[in-house]
């Protein structure tokens, strides 16, 4: 072989085993960093055969020609690929240690054939193979370390007080409800954004817990048994809820009885001393448990805000709040709950609520250019969803959703959302490819249009829309889904 044909072979092999992991190390990170859900529960697994099996196999098969497909199919495949993913790659340390490992490891290879002069083809499988183990190891190593330090941060903060929160709906919401609400007499800090995972809370304690804080409010997320305890054990929370439980993310626990022995792990912990558990949750009996929402009454939802009553300690409040959708009245209920054991009276409860601001991308009522946008795009269950559609119902003008669907769970719940959406919007948006047949097929309103991917979203909906519409952003799954 040529010299010069050997330096091609060189940097094509680097260059494709970059690509190859830069393409695995996205996918593990949209599902946490596991492989067995990027192999076993991926929503597209004809990308696996587009852009690493079919290149994997042509490497080995097509010689001197590969160089031909590398450049003028890989190449450009991959990066129209990666240009349309609306969930990029976040280059953290964790990747870049990945990538950094990956290269080396490739380039050692590499120069070790080039130097025997007895390689036929220089190695993929090997590489990806040993980066991906040798990550994991660095990974777990240096997580041990974050955990104790940590640990020991939360250790030094005496008279810091915990609320941990979990459910399958609602938790962000109770978790930003509770944190306003505390927030008016003590110094509270709540994780951000929708970080539930015992990685992304260690990460945020290390990094951003002020050590000033009173009150920790923090959310916890599950996809499999054992992962609320995991955040439990770590956190040793003094006050835990139980919000809402239903049918999300079935397709990981298999059954509704899974999903709520899962969260009452969260009971586990050492130092528990309150629990707010949903009636949908369990009846039974516990010294530590107040179960609510049963406890709420007269709800009146609409596009200018929710009043409701609730009874606290024997006495019946009235209250207004400008947050949209009548679900949102259990979220602050279980707030309530939280601020009335912190020792709130009830008129600085009434006052508390009347303030509370929305969650963003949660019901958030946005009026642009004449148009009212309700941008719910965070959230992914059928009962809120619902009460979204509800609420566009009450508009007077012409009505617009524009949503995937229910992402992770069932068909019967995406008819059951179907038919909702039949009975009020004159144009349907459907954005990705999940649910898009289920949709076309039973979909009957004026106008239907169907997105595989939602790059041409914008212009559609400047084309399709105008002053007074009410637009409703129901969830928002990446086009990875």
């Known amino acids: 072989m040529q010299n010069y044909e050997i330096l091609i072979s060189f940097v094509t092999n680097v260059l494709f085993v970059t690509l190859l992991g830069w393409y695995l190390i996205t996918n593990l990170q949209w599902y946490d960093y596991k492989l067995e859900r990027v192999v076993l529960k991926h929503h597209k697994p004809y990308w696996h055969i587009l852009y690493f099996i079919i290149p994997f196999i042509a490497y080995y098969t097509t010689g001197r020609f590969f160089i031909?497909?590398?450049?003028?199919?890989?190449?450009?495949?991959f990066l129209l690929w990666y240009k349309k993913l609306d969930k990029k790659l976040v280059l953290t340390w964790r990747v870049k240690?990945?990538?950094?490992?990956?290269?080396?490891?490739?380039?050692?290879?590499?120069?070790?054939?080039?130097?025997?002069?007895?390689?036929?083809?220089?190695?993929?499988?090997?590489?990806?193979?040993?980066?991906?183990?040798?990550?994991?190891?660095?990974?777990?190593?240096?997580?041990?370390i974050y955990m104790k330090e940590a640990k020991k941060k939360l250790a030094s903060m005496k008279d810091l007080q915990i609320i941990c929160i979990t459910g399958s709906y609602g938790k962000t919401s109770i978790k930003n409800f509770t944190a306003q609400i505390l927030s008016r007499q003590f110094k509270?800090?709540?994780?951000?954004?929708?970080?539930?995972?015992?990685?992304?809370?260690?990460?945020?304690?290390?990094?951003?817990?002020p050590q000033d804080t009173q009150i920790y409010v923090c959310e916890a997320g599950a996809r499999e048994s054992g992962d609320i305890y995991e955040i439990t054990r770590f956190l040793e929370p003094q006050t835990v809820v139980v919000g809402r439980v239903g049918e999300a993310h079935i397709e990981y626990f298999q059954s509704l009885k899974n999903i709520i022995a899962t969260?009452?792990?969260?009971?586990?912990?050492?130092?528990?001393?309150?629990?707010?558990?949903?009636?949908?949750?369990?009846?039974?009996?516990?010294?530590?448990?107040?179960?609510?929402?049963?406890?709420?009454?007269?709800i009146n939802a609409g596009l200018e805000g929710t009043?409701?009553?609730?009874?606290?300690?024997?006495?019946?409040?009235?209250?207004?709040?400008?947050?949209?959708?009548?679900f949102q009245a259990m979220n602050i209920?279980?707030?309530?709950?939280?601020?009335?054991?912190?020792?709130?009276?009830?008129?600085?409860?009434?006052e508390a609520v009347k303030s509370l601001e929305p969650v963003e991308h949660r019901l958030q009522l946005i009026k642009a250019g004449g148009k009212i946008i309700l941008d719910d795009g965070y959230n992914g269950n059928?009962?809120?969803?619902?009460?979204?559609?509800?609420?566009?119902?009450?508009?007077?003008?012409?009505?617009?959703?524009?949503?995937p669907g229910l992402v992770e769970s069932s068909d019967a719940l995406n008819l059951a959302l179907i038919e909702a959406i039949n009975k009020v919007f004159d144009l349907v948006i459907v954005t990705g490819s999940l649910n898009a047949d289920l949709f076309d097929k039973h979909l009957h309103v004026k106008n239907k249009i169907i997105l595989k991917d939602k790059s041409a979203m914008v212009a559609i909906l400047a084309n399709q829309t105008k002053s007074g519409d009410i637009i409703l952003f129901a969830n928002d799954a990446p086009n990875f889904i």
């Open 307 to 326: 009043d409701f009553d609730i009874e606290l300690e024997g006495k019946t409040l009235h209250l207004h709040t400008d947050i949209l959708g009548a």
């Open 97 to 144: 240690r990945f990538l950094i490992l990956l290269v080396f490891l490739t380039l050692f290879g590499d120069i070790l054939c080039t130097l025997k002069e007895g390689c036929a083809t220089y190695g993929v499988f090997l590489p990806l193979a040993l980066a991906y183990i040798g990550s994991y190891m660095i990974e777990k190593f240096l997580f041990k």
């Open 263 to 298: 969260k009452l792990e969260i009971m586990q912990s050492p130092r528990l001393k309150q629990a707010f558990i949903h009636t949908s949750v369990t009846n039974e009996p516990h010294e530590k448990v107040t179960f609510f929402g049963n406890e709420i009454k007269n």
């Open 68 to 77: 031909i497909f590398f450049l003028f199919a890989y190449i450009p495949g």
């Open 382 to 403: 059928i009962d809120g969803m619902l009460e979204g559609i509800r609420l566009c119902s009450l508009h007077k003008g012409r009505k617009v959703i524009v949503t």
């Open 333 to 350: 209920a279980a707030a309530l709950h939280i601020a009335k054991s912190f020792g709130f009276s009830d008129d600085e409860i009434v």
């Open 188 to 209: 509270v800090y709540a994780t951000p954004r929708s970080v539930n995972t015992l990685g992304g809370i260690v990460a945020d304690i290390n990094q951003n817990l």
